[in-house]
């Protein structure tokens, strides 16, 4: 789809910088202020994950020739002084900038995470100026984050409450028959389950998308539970 060109990033979504023309040929590009969490591609390639307010630098050179930023709002603050203060609401990113200079002259795209139909892309030149990067050492998805499909099927005494567990996975949105379930992230824990109603499955074939923003499941594989698990390990660095 087309992006809105503006000079600034705006709000959350995705960001793209072409680097094509740029007098400055080797430098580091530094991403600041992210709220909440940045996502970033260079050359089609997924490099790295900026958390809020993390300070982030990528060396680029002259072959360097595109910047995609993926920028995901993790909700309000409701407590303390940040619910009255402009600073800690804001979602987006404060500025980008290569070496002294900052970037300007952004393409920005809307992405909806409910939105299955694989309509919303930014089209980048692949490249080999980096190598896929890691987070928290697991491996990113290669061509950055992904929507993964699969299906199940049941009979009509099989339409109960159950949980559907993203052990094994990193963080993104679950979908089940098209409908939004809610965010998984159990690289940071200690919920490892959601909640899927009854009334939400058919008879027959189920789908489920996986919004996957950082590194898959290795074996690709999800798998339904009578009981909940919402007490397991706990990573702050998530």
């Known amino acids: 789809s087309s992006g809105i060109n503006a000079e600034w ?3 959350p979504g995705a960001y793209r910088h072409s680097l094509k023309g740029n ?9 600041r202020g992210v709220h909440d969490r940045a996502f970033i591609l260079v050359d089609g390639t997924f490099v790295q994950v900026v958390r809020r307010d993390e300070e982030v630098g990528l060396g680029v050179s002259h072959a360097t020739r595109d910047i995609v930023i993926l920028v995901e709002n993790q909700g309000y603050i409701g407590f ?6 402009f600073q800690y609401q804001y979602k987006g990113i404060a500025n980008v900038t290569l070496g002294r200079y900052m970037l300007t002259q952004w393409e920005h795209y809307r992405v909806y995470v409910n939105d299955t139909r694989g309509e919303t892309s930014v089209e980048v030149e692949q490249g080999a100026s980096f190598n896929r990067g890691h987070f928290n050492g697991k491996p990113l998805i290669p061509r950055g984050p992904t929507i993964f499909k699969g299906s199940f099927e049941l009979e009509k005494e099989q339409l109960l409450d159950t949980f559907l567990d993203t052990t094994g996975w990193s963080k993104g949105f679950l979908i089940v028959n098209d409908i939004l379930i809610g965010r998984y992230w159990p690289d940071a824990g200690p919920q490892y389950t959601l909640y ?36 397991g390990p706990v990573n702050p660095h998530a």
């Open 196 to 231: 899927i109603p009854g009334v939400y499955l058919k008879v027959g074939l189920n789908t489920v998308f996986m919004v996957e923003l950082q590194s898959s499941n290795p074996k690709l594989t999800v798998s339904l539970s009578k009981k909940p698990n919402i007490d």
């Open 23 to 31: 007098p400055i040929k080797n430098g580091t590009i530094t991403v």
């Open 80 to 85: 303390g002084k940040a619910m009255s203060q």
């Open 9 to 11: 990033p705006l709000r």
